[in-house]
């Protein structure tokens, strides 16, 4: 099935995404654009599809100017999002150079009312960096950007807080003036805090903070019934200009994988739900913890997986880096072995990075894509997305089309085979195992205060059946998984099904097992349609499931009934002209 994956099919994604909406900022007209643009995409696949709308707690960066006045000179700069606004004729700050910005660069340093000059990097992310100095003292932050003489600034937000805030931590939100500079302004800056010079600098940084309505394409695509779990993969749609490697081909793989999996839809045990996430750069994964806040339930009880999509395609890349659940580890490096075996594999548990806003619920989750070797990254001064992420510079001729070709198959395949497994690829036995080391640790520096001893032996008892499952779930054969697998699948079925009422009552009404024809009543045209239970739904020949939107509206009616569909386009009117059993 990798085979069927189109190369040009994602440039020409990309190309149109990047032509047609630039500049797809959160809550923007240019963002609200392309949400229509996917949700018209992923209903050509003939999935369930919803361009979702919520408020959400945004920031448009407009205008800043920098100014050293000793030694006076002017040097170029971009505004952050979420910082507190300047006046409009600026404010004199004086700079201290604070390193990468974590707790132990303020050791002997009063930043008090100053504003701070940081070195971009993710140790720790710009948020935490800004969050610190707001701690601090500081009353504003200047970024220096990441890579060598590229004369190019970053595009930051610094809300500090994941999602959208809420009344306990709204104040964690920095009251901080923020500004990105190039890494070459930077470095003169630094040399002259270092010599143990006064700098100032006066600084005018302009941007908003307000409640935004932002779009979030959302669609379902059915498998064939047997189970009620599903997979979430989910990339993110909003982005700085231009935007291309962050995130366009992110979103170009997450549509060229939802077109071949709705071609395989009957092959697919478990539903596959695909979400563009809005909210993510300036809002701090604002959509994904909007999705979690209103899908808790649904999650916590069948998805079994996330995939988060992220800068697929950039060129220059060279080994394949993966970032996983503990329990899924070990699957997903066998996968990226099978599809791309010539790869230099880097392989890590995963952390709380974009839009992993499902750790608390206890999702299991997998982010991969092909990335820079060390060598690189260090020599880019920590740029693990390219020295363009985030900048003007992030156009087309920094995707790598074999690249992108690659990690779109890796992760369909990872995708496919999770979705069609009988028996779901876990292995804690190294999440029990790191969960016993933590305890020992705090163990021993505790233990003269409180007893770990329950606590320990109830640890070693779940180490043992951990263990227990997993080696008799390696001693199945594949006959017998699939095997389990179908008794699941007959018990999911028994467990979910009705008894069709066949009453005189119910003759001539529309009902599961009847073929209908209907009229369009905008276009005229007329359609056939059968309906049928979930398992046997395909939309691409006009079996339309009972449970649809479309087959709900029409259960229970007759032959001349007019009826309406709510549809993400609007209400859409059918007139029924034949029903038959």
Same mark, same amino acid.
């Given at each position: 099935?990798?085979?069927?994956?189109?190369?040009?099919?994602?440039?020409?994604?990309?190309?149109?995404?990047?032509?047609?909406?630039?500049?797809?900022?959160?809550?923007?007209?240019?963002?609200?654009?392309?949400? %229509?643009?996917?949700?018209?995409? +992923? =209903? #050509?696949?003939? !999935? *369930?599809?919803?361009?979702? &709308?919520?408020?959400?707690?945004?920031?448009?960066?407009?205008?800043?100017?920098?100014?050293?006045?000793?030694?006076?000179?002017?040097?170029?700069?971009?505004?952050?999002?979420?910082?507190?606004?300047?006046?409009?004729?600026?404010?004199?700050?004086?700079?201290?150079?604070?390193?990468?910005?974590?707790?132990?660069?303020?050791?002997?340093?009063?930043?008090?009312?100053?504003?701070?000059?940081?070195?971009?990097?993710?140790?720790?992310?710009?948020?935490?960096?800004?969050?610190?100095?707001?701690?601090?003292?500081?009353?504003?932050?200047?970024?220096?950007?990441?890579?060598?003489?590229?004369?190019?600034?970053?595009?930051?937000?610094?809300?500090?807080?994941?999602?959208?805030?809420?009344?306990?931590?709204?104040?964690?939100?920095?009251?901080?003036?923020?500004?990105?500079?190039? %890494?070459?302004?930077?470095?003169? +800056? =630094? #040399?002259?805090? !270092? *010599?143990?010079?006064?700098? &100032?600098?006066?600084?005018?940084?302009?941007?908003?903070?307000?409640?935004?309505?932002?779009?979030?394409?959302?669609?379902?695509?059915?498998?064939?019934?047997?189970?009620?779990?599903?997979?979430?993969?989910?990339?993110?749609?909003?982005?700085?200009?231009?935007?291309?490697?962050?995130?366009?081909?992110?979103?170009?793989?997450?549509?060229?994988?939802?077109?071949?999996?709705?071609?395989?839809?009957?092959?697919?045990?478990?539903?596959?739900?695909?979400?563009?996430?809005?909210?993510?750069?300036?809002?701090?994964?604002?959509?994904?913890?909007?999705?979690?806040?209103?899908?808790?339930?649904?999650?916590?009880?069948?998805?079994?997986?996330?995939?988060?999509?992220?800068?697929?395609?950039?060129?220059?890349?060279?080994?394949?880096?993966?970032?996983?659940?503990?329990?899924?580890?070990?699957?997903?490096?066998?996968?990226?072995?099978?599809?791309?075996? *010539?790869?230099?594999?880097?392989?890590?548990?995963?952390?709380?990075?974009?839009?992993?806003?499902?750790?608390?619920?206890?999702?299991?989750?997998?982010?991969?894509?092909?990335?820079?070797?060390?060598?690189?990254?260090?020599?880019?001064?920590?740029?693990?997305?390219?020295?363009?992420?985030?900048?003007?510079?992030?156009?087309?001729?920094?995707?790598?089309?074999?690249?992108?070709?690659?990690?779109?198959?890796?992760?369909?395949?990872?995708?496919?085979?999770?979705?069609?497994?009988?028996?779901?690829?876990?292995?804690?036995?190294?999440?029990?195992?790191?969960?016993?080391?933590?305890?020992?640790?705090?163990?021993?520096?505790?233990?003269?205060?409180?007893?770990?001893?329950?606590?320990?032996?109830?640890?070693?008892?779940?180490?043992?059946?951990?263990?227990?499952?997993?080696?008799?779930?390696?001693?199945?054969?594949?006959?017998?998984?699939?095997?389990?697998?179908?008794?699941? *699948?007959?018990?999911?079925?028994?467990?979910?099904?009705?008894?069709?009422?066949?009453?005189?009552?119910?003759?001539?009404?529309?009902?599961?097992?009847?073929?209908?024809?209907?009229?369009?009543?905008?276009?005229?045209?007329?359609?056939?349609?059968?309906?049928?239970?979930?398992?046997?739904?395909?939309?691409?020949?006009?079996?339309?499931?009972?449970?649809?939107?479309?087959?709900?509206?029409?259960?229970?009616?007759?032959?001349?009934?007019?009826?309406?569909?709510?549809?993400?386009?609007?209400?859409?009117?059918?007139?029924?002209?034949?029903?038959?059993?």
């Amino acid at each position: 099935m990798i085979e069927e994956v189109s190369r040009n099919e994602m440039l020409s994604t990309i190309h149109y995404m990047t032509e047609h909406f630039p500049y797809r900022l959160a809550g923007s007209p240019c963002e609200a654009a392309a949400s %229509r643009y996917v949700t018209e995409r +992923l =209903k #050509q696949y003939g !999935l *369930e599809v919803e361009n979702k &709308e919520f408020y959400t707690y945004n920031s448009d960066p407009m205008y800043s100017k920098v100014t050293v006045l000793e030694p006076e000179m002017e040097i170029d700069s971009l505004p952050c999002a979420h910082i507190r606004a300047t006046k409009p004729e600026g404010e004199i700050f004086e700079l201290i150079y604070v390193g990468n910005g974590d707790y132990a660069a303020y050791k002997d340093i009063d930043v008090t009312g100053k504003m701070v000059l940081v070195e971009v990097s993710y140790a720790p992310p710009v948020p935490e960096k800004a969050r610190i100095a707001y701690e601090m003292g500081a009353a504003g932050i200047m970024c220096m950007n990441w890579g060598n003489d590229e004369e190019v600034i970053c595009r930051r937000g610094l809300k500090g807080v994941w999602g959208n805030p809420t009344e306990a931590n709204f104040h964690c939100i920095p009251e901080i003036v923020g500004v990105g500079v190039t %890494r070459g302004a930077g470095l003169k +800056l =630094k #040399q002259l805090c !270092l *010599e143990g010079r006064k700098v &100032e600098v006066k600084v005018t940084a302009i941007a908003d903070r307000t409640w935004s309505i932002v779009h979030q394409p959302t669609a379902i695509l059915h498998g064939n019934g047997s189970s009620d779990e599903f997979l979430l993969v989910c990339s993110h749609l909003d982005a700085w200009k231009p935007g291309v490697t962050c995130n366009a081909t992110g979103n170009a793989t997450t549509l060229e994988i939802c077109r071949i999996l709705s071609k395989h839809r009957q092959e697919l045990d478990r539903d596959v739900y695909f979400v563009f996430w809005d909210g993510h750069e300036v809002a701090e994964a604002a959509g994904s913890t909007w999705f979690v806040d209103n899908n808790w339930d649904n999650l916590n009880k069948h998805c079994v997986c996330y995939m988060h999509i992220d800068s697929t395609g950039v060129k220059e890349t060279e080994l394949y880096e993966i970032k996983a659940s503990e329990e899924l580890l070990g699957f997903a490096k066998k996968n990226i072995n099978d599809v791309l075996p *010539e790869l230099e594999l880097r392989a890590m548990a995963l952390k709380k990075i974009g839009d992993q806003s499902f750790m608390g619920i206890g999702v299991s989750s997998i982010t991969q894509r092909k990335s820079f070797t060390k060598e690189y990254m260090e020599h880019a001064h920590g740029a693990t997305l390219g020295w363009w992420n985030h900048t003007i510079e992030d156009g087309e001729d920094k995707c790598d089309p074999v690249a992108l070709e690659e990690d779109t198959r890796a992760t369909l395949k990872v995708l496919y085979d999770l979705a069609t497994a009988k028996l779901l690829p876990y292995d804690f036995s190294d999440k029990i195992s790191v969960f016993r080391a933590n305890v020992q640790k705090v163990a021993d520096k505790f233990g003269d205060h409180m007893d770990f001893t329950d606590l320990q032996d109830n640890l070693k008892t779940v180490e043992h059946q951990v263990n227990e499952i997993q080696a008799m779930k390696e001693g199945l054969s594949n006959e017998q998984a699939k095997l389990y697998g179908r008794i699941a *699948e007959v018990e999911n079925i028994l467990a979910h099904a009705v008894i069709i009422d066949e009453t005189e009552d119910s003759e001539g009404k529309i009902g599961l097992g009847c073929t209908i024809k209907v009229e369009d009543m905008e276009t005229g045209d007329e359609e056939l349609y059968a309906i049928v239970g979930s398992q046997e739904a395909n939309p691409m020949e006009c079996r339309i499931s009972d449970d649809s939107p479309f087959g709900k509206a029409l259960l229970g009616h007759k032959v001349g009934d007019i009826v309406e569909v709510e549809a993400p386009i609007g209400v859409l009117k059918y007139k029924i002209l034949t029903v038959e059993k």
